[in-house]
T-cell receptor, first 112, second 114 residues
Framework: SQQGEEDPQALSIQEGENATMNCSYKTSINNLQWYRQNSGRGLVHLILIRSNEREKHSGRLRVTLDTSKKSSSLLITASRAADTASYFC????????????FGTGTKLQVIP | DTAVSQTPKYLVTQMGNDKSIKCEQNLGHDTMYWYKQDSKKFLKIMFSYNNKELIINETVPNRFSPKSPDKAHLNLHINSLELGDSAVYFCASSQVSGHPYGYTFGSGTRLTVV
């Protein structure tokens, strides 16, 4: 079954506002990753946070991880129209070779 | 350019045909994957190869057969195509050994079965 569930499914904000997306998962993980997918394109890796990390930053992106609640959030600050895309969380869990399972995605629209 | 490249980008074919999708990565990664993305954007892993060895083989009809001639290539052959096979198929690669990072995806192959 699907490992990650994103919330909300869709989000529409004005340019300059912050966007927050949440991801919940079910089993223990090694790491959690966030990806962006522009319409009609492949997925682009944004950031990876390990299970022993609580927060990570990359440019305008901030990711938090709460393993006790089995949840993560992705914050995009000062959003731009170019941030319009679908965002997926992906979890890699224990058990031999890395197997990454993707969530259902959040569709973000940033209105200029 | 360093990348994961897959061909063709679009594939329209009739039911019952056999088709192949090719994937190549020049990143030196040791592991390659095939994912299927359906119309609701749900991404499901199909296969994974590590150094030419099949390591992940999810519940996929045996009409789908991956082939990895070397660690830089992973092809997907589909026999007797069905309408339900219509989807976007993504190839990806990663370096599993050492420091895990993330996947690098190809741009996808949109398969339409008519």
């Amino acid at each position: 079954s699907q490992q990650g569930e994103e919330d909300p499914q869709a989000l529409s904000i004005q340019e300059g506002e912050n966007a927050t997306m949440n991801c919940s998962y079910k089993t223990s993980i090694n790491n959690l990753q966030w990806y962006r997918q522009n319409s009609g394109r492949g997925l682009v890796h944004l950031i990876l946070i390990r299970s022993n990390e609580r927060e990570k930053h990359s440019g305008r992106l901030r990711v938090t991880l709460d393993t006790s609640k089995k949840s993560s959030s992705l914050l995009i600050t000062a959003s731009r129209a170019a941030d319009t895309a679908s965002y997926f969380c992906a979890t890699s869990y224990s058990g031999g070779y890395q197997k990454v399972t993707f969530g259902t995605g959040t569709k973000l629209q940033v209105i200029p | 350019d360093t990348a994961v490249s897959q061909t063709p980008k679009y594939l329209v074919t009739q039911m019952g045909n056999d088709k192949s999708i090719k994937c190549e990565q020049n990143l030196g990664h040791d592991t390659m994957y095939w994912y299927k993305q359906d119309s609701k954007k749900f991404l499901k892993i199909m296969f994974s190869y590590n150094n030419k060895e099949l390591i992940i083989n999810e519940t996929v009809p045996n009409r789908f057969s991956p082939k990895s001639p070397d660690k830089a290539h992973l092809n997907l052959h589909i026999n007797s195509l069905e309408l339900g096979d219509s989807a976007v198929y993504f190839c990806a690669s990663s370096q599993v050994s050492g420091h895990p990072y993330g996947y690098t995806f190809g741009s996808g192959t949109r398969l339409t079965v008519v």
